[in-house]
């Protein structure tokens, strides 16, 4: 009997110490009920539950100034609540767990370059100490079929904070670490995967991580989001495309407010397909961010839950056909506890029908 396909979910106990305060969106419980969606699931048997580490200096520093990376971790030991706008709460605990999230990518990179799941011991609560599956009543066991056979060719890291609104110097959106710009710093500079394409789904324009990558024509940055002239952050206008050598390695695909699935899929099958096949990335990293829906009333998009599977089916289908499998996703928004599980559940089930 053939194994089923394996999805490894990156996550820790200690993501939920980034404590933001009584009246913020971005929440602890967000990846408790993602966690408890996908417990209950259908695909909970094709899912490995890894932990994570925090990232080391070296590959915060490819994203971030030192400067930002000290003024960050002692406004948290000197008590401050919140980083240069209250939108960035900050608690005792949140460097520590800004790093985590950061760190959740480098592992995943690791296992998905060993072409296996069962390298890193998991720790804390949420996490199964040994690799293994969630069965349908919650409890961990190992799978029938060893790691050999299992191969992985994905991975999900289901942290927060999340990263791609941060900037090389400063915070911005809630977001601290820009943790897409790290993981993609590290599979260009520890593994030579030169060409890195992020793919950024999230109803937001991903500023920081365009900043990171529009002089550079190794990597490239797509993203669908909600037109800059309604939406934060002002920035995603299609006319900005890069400069210099890094002309072209930003495409950026604004939609207008009341956008739905119809319109979202036409960029998805079009212009974001044709550029990913022509520029033939070596791997693909998805900011997954979930506040498109049309139950989420932090943007004026109308997406599905039904979307995200569509989506999921999409970007796993292409890093089959360009870049060996290598395909890591990270999760950036999606606020309303309502509907973000079964929007993560759907976006999961898309990447599992391969
Ligand atoms: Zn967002």
Redesign the pocket.
Known sequence: MRPPPLLILLTDLRLLDHDTGSDHPEIPARLQTILATLQQSDCSSCLSLQGTRPAERQWLMAAHDEGWLFRFEEAVLSGKTFIDHTDNQICYDSYKVATLAAGAGLVAIDLLEQGQAEQVTARDGLMPREPGTMAKDGQVSRAPWTAQERLAGAAFCLVRP?G??AERIRPF?FCFINNCVVAARYWQQRHGRKRIVVFDF???HGNGIQSAFEHEADSLYISI?EHPSFS?PGTGYADEKGFGAGRGSILNLPLSPGAGDEQFLALLHGPVAEKIAQWRPDAMIVAA?F??HKADE??GLLYSTGLYEKIGQSVRGWSNLHCGGRLLSIL????ELTVLGESVEAYVQGLLAW
């Open positions: 999340p791609h609104h959106g999230d109803a937001h989001h934060y961010g506040d498109g932090m943007s950036e928004g999606g606020y």
